[in-house]
């Protein structure tokens, strides 16, 4: 289950962290699955979706959080003001690569909810 996240349109300077689980790694005795090693990671990518647009798919950089290291499997995007600019429902995963690895491989994050909502200030600002 995904989490809901209340954002304004035209959303600027908000920290989005993302967990990368290795879905196919052994869970822990309390059912948690590993986190993925982002330190050899080849390209990091977060990916907007408007729900009822299947069509409307955003893509930006996401980089290794600035608190933790690759081996926290944590992912940060800030917010630029110009990839959320409809109300209504988003989703957004992270998507990991690894070219480097034989076959080539890929980690998503959970799908996080965002209710995009109206907001008084200009956008421009």
């Known amino acids: 289950m995904g989490c809901l996240l209340v954002l304004p349109v035209f959303d600027k300077g908000t920290s989005l962290e993302f967990t990368v689980r290795d879905c196919g790694g052994t869970p822990d005795a309390e059912g948690v699955l590993p986190l993925v090693d982002l330190t050899d990671a080849t390209t990091i990518t977060v990916v907007f979706r408007k729900s009822d647009d299947a069509e409307t798919v955003i ?39 690894f070219a480097n690895m034989t076959p080539p491989a890929e980690h998503t994050s959970t799908e996080v ?9 200009n956008p421009a600002e």
């Open 59 to 97: 893509t930006r950089t996401g980089v290794i959080h600035e608190d933790y290291t690759g081996p926290d499997g944590i992912v940060q995007y800030i917010t630029e003001g110009t990839e959320i600019d409809t109300i209504g429902m988003w989703k957004a995963e992270v998507v990991v690569g």
């Open 113 to 121: 909810d965002i209710d995009v909502v109206a907001t008084l200030r």
